[in-house]
Nanobody, 115 residues
């Protein structure tokens, strides 16, 4: 069982940066693949970034080059560094962890990009 808690969301101006954190409780965090999804008002949830247990990454086209996913297994934490933010990045961001076809999700953190 893994519990995930996101933090770091907030209001930022276009072109600004935020770093989201997702702290995990439970054992064997390093054995989980991790990632971030987001859901904007009136839209479906969409994948943003993914990192495998081996450190391989995958990004959605609309964030590639602007967002970076990373993890610190010693701290059982996954991060999402978001740069060059746009109003279209406004959404609730959710982190997740997955292992052996079982997935766990955080409660989400709001990111609002607006001037």
């Amino acid at each position: 069982q893994v519990q995930l808690v996101e933090s770091g969301g907030g209001l930022v101006q276009p072109g600004g940066s935020l770093r989201l954190s997702c702290a995990a409780s439970g054992s064997f965090f390093s054995a989980y693949a991790v990632g971030w999804h987001r859901q904007a008002p009136g839209k479906q949830r969409e994948s943003v970034a993914f990192m495998s247990t081996g450190g391989g990454t995958h990004y959605a086209e609309f964030v590639r080059g602007r967002f970076t996913i990373s993890r610190d297994n010693a701290k059982s934490t996954v991060y999402l560094q978001m740069n060059s933010l746009k109003p279209d990045d406004t959404a609730v961001y959710y982190c997740y962890a997955i292992r052996m076809n079982r997935d766990y999700w955080g409660q989400g953190t709001q990111v609002t990009v607006s001037s």
